[in-house]
């Protein structure tokens, strides 16, 4: 209930030319001494506050674990050191171990960059004091956008996760250099975000880094073996959300299944939020442990063995920023089947089905037994090229960073 107030009254309480006001005076309060990364003491600090706390291995946290490793492996020169956000400050972080200790507190320094490469929704905001002091002494910002989706469509995220990510926007925008984002639709949606919120948001870069991919090799299924057979699986990877439009799946199946098709619908994703009713839904379907299957938890030897065998895979969100699973199928060569929403139709050239936004069961399922009709796999070889892989994204991100601010 406060949240939904919170998410009511902060409009009435800050409207949109005070928070302009707030932004401007706080950017121009805390100017930025740029410095260029010229020595091994200037280091460039990375929040993973999320990953580091849980690590779901979807969505998000692939995304993070995946360009930090490689950021790790093209780091020659430069002073790479994971943080996140633990009592009231950021401290340094012993990330991918396990952080047993609270850790010592960043000692900020000129020269130094932030990386938000995790979406720390309240560390920002809470630890803001002494981050623009970092950034009048000479430390640079930068912020990864991943999608602005709670703001977009907020019928599908808590009230308090609406609240909390406008505020860490808002936090952001004092702060930041410079925002990348994982994809053209992401960079425009937040240029028009910031225009609400910058009196100038042309002093902020914003940059489109590549998503990229890697084909895992996938374990023998002997030594791990699933609870069902792989011969005829469709599946679905992303959290148990309501955007993921996990309901219109199943009943498209419920009417495939009532037509005697015998594939197995396979889901994998951690439940996320505001899914009671779905989850409860998946729990007490007759089908489940036979033609239905959810797998709330899978490395990514298991996912890629999935992708590998799988008819297909059927993305059925309302909103994405990018849609990572749409590009790993698509690279092990697993037939791909997409709301036609603009994330996924950015991926079209790749060989993407699309069907309909607002398709009715019926025409999904319809388009389901299509695709599993045509049964077209292409080698791995064939589909990953010209697909970026994650040492893109790492060599993007630390090209935008290290570069110099005119």
Not at 303 to 318: D, E, I, K, P
Request: aromatic content about 8%.
């Amino acid at each position: 209930m406060l949240w939904w107030l919170a998410r009511a009254l902060g409009p009435l309480i800050s409207p949109s030319w005070l928070m302009r006001w707030r932004v401007a005076a706080v950017r121009h309060r805390y100017k930025l001494h740029s410095t260029m990364l010229t020595s091994a003491d200037e280091r460039i600090l990375i929040d993973l506050t999320v990953i580091a706390r849980r690590d779901v291995r979807t969505g998000i946290q692939r995304v993070v674990r995946s360009t930090f490793t490689q950021m790790l492996r093209q780091s020659a020169g430069c002073n790479i050191q994971s943080v996140r956000y633990n009592a009231g400050a950021f401290r340094h972080s012993l990330w991918p171990d396990l952080d047993a200790a609270k850790g010592e507190v960043v000692a900020f320094q000129a020269g130094d960059v932030f990386l938000g490469l995790d979406l720390s929704l309240d560390g920002i905001r809470r630890d803001m004091r002494r981050l623009l002091r970092a950034k009048r002494d000479g430390v640079r910002f930068w912020f990864v956008v991943y999608d602005l989706l709670p703001l977009q469509i907020p019928r599908y995220f808590s009230a308090k996760l609406v609240t909390r990510f406008r505020w860490w926007l808002i936090a952001t925008a004092k702060l930041a250099d410079g925002y990348a984002c994982i994809s053209e639709q992401t960079a425009e949606d937040l240029r028009a975000e910031l225009a609400l919120i910058c009196p100038d948001p042309t002093e902020i870069s914003i940059a489109v880094i590549p998503m990229g991919f890697e084909i895992v090799p996938s374990r023998d299924n002997r030594k791990r073996p699933f609870p069902f057979l792989l011969d005829d699986i469709v599946i679905a990877v992303g959290t148990l959300e309501p955007r993921k439009g996990y309901d219109d799946l199943l009943d498209a199946f419920e009417l495939l299944w009532a037509d005697n098709c015998a594939t197995t619908l396979v889901i994998v994703g951690a439940p996320g939020w505001k899914t009671a009713r779905l989850q409860r839904r998946v729990r007490s379907h007759p089908e489940l442990g036979r033609r239905l299957q959810w797998m709330a938890k899978l490395d990514d030897h298991g996912l890629a063995m999935l992708y590998s065998n799988a008819r297909g895979l059927v993305a059925t969100s309302y909103g994405e920023g990018y849609g990572l699973p749409v590009l790993e199928a698509v690279a092990h060569g697993c037939p791909v089947l997409a709301r036609d929403i603009s994330a996924f139709r950015a991926n079209a050239k790749h060989g993407l089905r699309i069907f309909p936004q607002h398709a009715d069961p019926a025409y999904l399922a319809d388009s389901i037994r299509d695709m599993l009709r045509e049964g077209v796999r292409t080698s791995r070889m064939e589909a990953a090229v010209n697909l970026p892989t994650w040492q893109d994204t790492a060599g993007a991100v630390m090209a935008l960073i290290s570069a110099k601010r005119e």
